[in-house]
């Protein structure tokens, strides 16, 4: 294992932890209104809107540095044929 994934999954994990706490200790509803977008203001738990906005997050991460490797044209990573 890579010391770079394993430092990201610390990362992740310590991210979850805020996720999870922030839910714990808000429990009262938030109201969220985006004009432009959603025509009534939406009203839920603040739990799962930190999860709403956090999965959006991961989501536009994943989507910004998802195909961004070149693809190698066989030169020296590959086994040689001798």
């Known amino acids: 294992m890579s010391a770079k994934l394993l430092l990201k999954t610390v ?13 714990m200790e ?3 509803t938030v109201e969220f209104a985006l004009k432009p ?11 799962l809107m930190y999860f709403a906005f956090f999965a959006v ?18 030169g020296s990573g590959g086994k040689s044929g001798k």
């Open 11 to 23: 990362f992740l994990i310590v991210v979850l932890l805020f996720l999870v706490l922030m839910g």
């Open 26 to 28: 808000n429990r009262g």
């Open 37 to 47: 977008v959603l025509p009534t203001k939406v009203t839920l738990p603040s739990a």
């Open 57 to 74: 997050g991961v989501l536009t991460g994943t989507i910004l540095t998802a195909g961004g490797g070149k693809a190698s044209s066989g």
